[in-house]
């Protein structure tokens, strides 16, 4: 089951519901995130519950119920993982020391929950777990991440980027592992761009430069109504490549760049995806550095979540956020879950000693972060 977080309402990113809930709207995401889990545990169940009476029991006619299975009396076990902020907000941690620095948790470690706690209408004897965070606003899923990829067992160094408001980095092997979370801002999704917009029908999801012309890719064809992310990532490419937009970021001659229909893409535009890039790719070379390398050495450079399925790795190398050859770029798709679900299966007190073995970097206390920063946020000449 799949579904927008209902706590969206209230802010569209993390840090948006932090300060929400530090205005004394945390018992309100609370209550919305886990009635919406909740919710999907149940329609999970009672689906499967129909599906496998419907295969069991001999055709009767339509007008007659089929009853349920055992499946929902069967449950044991329910394994979450997520952010940081998402970790606290359906454990009932107080939020507080993640609104300000150092941003880092209290008590950061695997949460155990009744589905009496929940207000869920579960078996009690049902174990409801929210794995472990790594440190800061690095969660359980980018733990899950490490696990799915096989990062922690790897004896060549291997790195991990999920993109998203908060980019998290995980960089390492199994001698050792470091990770952080950048503030890259939300232009990789869409938001804070002129015409930006999800990935959703009307979207330029592709742009190619062909002939010394620009084309592009509508999501559901028709008229294109915006862009989202990939199609940022693309226009920005190919605008280098027409020499449109200078390394610097400035634009050539114009403050626009007409891409299709009515959507273009702004100067505020660039500069936004300079943020974000520049965040994520100074994340991943302070990580490496710090493990005596260069980003030559990573033989295996995974991108998690559904934007790391979609971004063309061409595009992505081209304004700089990959600076590894694209062979060994690898995406990775939805890591969270995966590793979610070889956890329902696994020593729950291995996962634990993962975990503890990621060491949280804080790239702000660094102090050759800002000229490092500053360095990425320029585009390759």
């Not at 205005?23 to 999907?40: F, I, K, P, S, T």
């Not at 995974?302 to 700089?320: E, K, P, T, V």
Request: hydrophobic share 45%; aromatic share 4%.
């Amino acid at each position: 089951r799949t579904a927008l977080n209902a706590q969206a309402r209230h802010g569209g990113d993390i840090m948006s519901r932090v300060e929400f809930a530090m205005h004394g709207g945390q018992a309100e995401l609370q209550r919305l995130v886990r009635e919406q889990l909740g919710q999907m545990v149940k329609e999970l169940l009672e689906s499967h519950a129909g599906k496998a009476g419907r295969d069991a029991l001999p055709r009767v006619p339509t007008d007659q119920q089929v009853g349920p299975t055992k499946s929902v009396e069967e449950l044991r076990r329910v394994v979450i993982v997520g952010n940081t902020v998402m970790h606290h907000l359906f454990s009932g941690i107080n939020i507080a020391p993640l609104s300000a620095y150092p941003f880092e948790p209290k008590q950061p470690g695997r949460a155990k929950l009744s589905p009496r706690e929940l207000a869920w209408n579960f078996p009690e004897s049902a174990l409801v777990e929210f794995l472990p965070c790594l440190g800061g606003f690095v969660g359980s899923d980018i733990l899950a991440g490490i696990v799915a990829t096989g990062l922690h067992e790897s004896r060549e160094l291997m790195a991990l980027m999920d993109l998203g408001t908060n980019g998290e980095v995980v960089v390492g092997n199994r001698e050792r592992m470091l990770c952080t979370s950048t503030a890259a801002g939300p232009a990789f999704e869409g938001a804070r761009i002129w015409m930006g917009m999800r990935a959703a029908t009307g979207a330029i999801s592709a742009v190619q430069v062909e002939d010394n012309f620009i084309t592009c890719r509508v999501i559901g064809g028709g008229e294109p109504r915006g862009l989202c992310g990939s199609g940022l990532v693309d226009a920005v490419a190919a605008g280098l490549e027409l020499e449109w937009i200078h390394p610097s970021g400035r634009m050539a001659n114009r403050t626009e760049m007409p891409l299709a229909g009515p959507v273009l893409l702004s100067a505020t535009d660039v500069r936004e995806l300079q943020l974000a890039k520049g965040a994520i790719a100074a994340g991943l070379r302070m990580l490496t550095a710090r493990l005596g390398a260069s980003l030559e050495d990573i033989q295996q450079l995974h991108l998690a979540g559904a934007f790391g399925n979609y971004i063309s790795r061409s595009s992505a190398q081209r304004i700089g956020l990959l600076r590894v050859p694209l062979q060994r770029v690898l995406p990775a798709g939805n890591t969270a879950l995966l590793g979610a679900k070889r956890a329902l299966f696994e020593d729950a007190t291995s996962w634990d000693t993962i975990a503890k073995s990621v060491e949280h970097v804080s790239l702000n206390e660094d102090p050759n972060f800002h000229q490092i920063y500053a360095e990425e946020m320029g585009f390759p000449g």
